[in-house]
T-cell receptor
Framework: GAGVSQSPSNKVTEKGKDVELRCDPISGHTALYWYRQSLGQGLEFLIYFQGNSAPDKSGLPSDRFSAERTGGSVSTLTIQRTQQEDSAVYLC???????????????FGEGSRLTVL | DQQVKQNSPSLSVQEGRISILNCDYT??????FLWYKKYPAEGPTFLISISSIKDKNEDGRFTVFLNKSAKHLSLHIVPSQPGDSAVYFCAASASFTGANSKLTFGKGITLSVRP
């Protein structure tokens, strides 16, 4: 498709289980971001990938969270030993390279809603 | 510590009137600002942006104003339409940290446009 694709759209899991969320960015976009939105909160930055550079992991809330981006395209966000406070909508976004003078605006997927029971 | 603040959680306006959505920021390094619009069960979509070298950017019914000295920006929608009812997020970034540095978002404001 033409947009950012995320899967699964909904995930219900039990506390303590591991989950993987997938993001397929827009073709040609070099930057990929993960954000999450908890109930009543804004968008919280988690991690950012830019080309072959080392990712900016400064937003990951704990070492239970990790993300990979393989081949500069698809990304997987993994949450180990999930906790109830991990319940949120996890949003992936991609963008073109601002250094090329392009807006840098993010194009978001529809998100993966995670519920930890 | 919230670096981007949208202090009003909601706004209700009459169709045809002007909607003014406000946003304040604390990080003086921010030099690029964006507004996103989000409908329920959808991802946010880009609406309009402004660089710190400007104080106004207009796109159709949407205008963003930037007051750097006050660290304040606002989004004006005129005339407002019922389809504008959504959550609006203000976002900012500091380009010195990299070409595609992460955006810092506010908590959003829910706009309701009454027919």
């Amino acid at each position: 498709g033409a947009g950012v694709s995320q899967s699964p759209s909904n995930k219900v899991t039990e506390k303590g289980k591991d989950v993987e969320l997938r993001c397929d960015p827009i073709s040609g976009h070099t930057a990929l971001y993960w954000y999450r939105q908890s109930l009543g909160q804004g968008l919280e930055f988690l991690i950012y990938f830019q080309g072959n550079s080392a990712p900016d992991k400064s937003g990951l809330p704990s070492d239970r969270f990790s993300a990979e981006r393989t081949g500069g395209s698809v990304s997987t966000l993994t949450i180990q030993r999930t906790q109830q406070e991990d319940s949120a909508v996890y949003l992936c976004a991609s963008s073109l390279d601002r250094r090329q003078g392009l807006g840098g605006e993010l194009f978001f997927g529809e998100g993966s809603r995670l519920t930890v029971l | 510590d919230q670096q981007v603040k949208q202090n009003s959680p909601s706004l209700s306006v009459q169709e045809g009137r002007i909607s003014i959505l406000n946003c304040d920021y604390t990080n003086s390094m921010f030099d690029y600002f964006l507004w996103y619009k989000k409908y329920p069960a959808e991802g946010p979509t880009f609406l309009i942006s402004i660089s710190s070298i400007k104080d106004k950017n207009e796109d159709g019914r949407f205008t963003v104003f930037l007051n750097k000295s006050a660290k304040h920006l606002s989004l004006h929608i005129v005339p407002s339409q019922p389809g504008d009812s959504a959550v609006y997020f203000c976002a900012a970034s500091a380009s010195f940290t990299g070409a595609n540095s992460k955006l810092t978002f506010g908590k959003g404001i829910t706009l309701s446009v009454r027919p």
